[in-house]
């Protein structure tokens, strides 16, 4: 994922949760805020529960390759995506389902 379309600093994770609003399911929760930018830039949040530091960059990594797969939200918007334990032993395609469902939940998409 291109660096301009990430979220990065802490004051914007920040904006996002006190401003946004926030959808979830058993495996993501997805909390979303529009921004002043022309591009949507996604946040990932992974808990040291989830497990070694290994499983947590790898579970970050699947979820940078589908939201470059998710067709461009109407808008711009800051979305970050907090992953629950039930993402642990999910594939693929289960979290881009999630992230699917809760984006058109969400009405982004």
Do not use: C
Not at 46 to 58: M, T
């Amino acid at each position: 994922m291109q660096r301009d379309r990430r979220i990065r600093k802490s004051q914007d994770f920040f904006r996002v949760s006190t401003d946004g609003r926030s959808w979830a399911d058993h495996r993501l929760v997805l909390r979303a805020a529009p921004n002043e930018s022309s591009t949507t830039r996604y946040g990932f949040v992974v808990r040291k529960s989830i497990g070694s530091a290994v499983a947590r960059n790898r579970l970050k990594r699947r979820l940078r390759a589908i939201a470059r797969d998710v067709p461009e939200p109407s808008g711009a918007w800051d979305i970050v995506l907090i992953v629950r334990n039930g993402a642990r032993g999910s594939t693929s395609a289960e979290l881009s389902r999630s992230l699917k469902s809760l984006l058109s939940r969400a009405r982004i998409v």
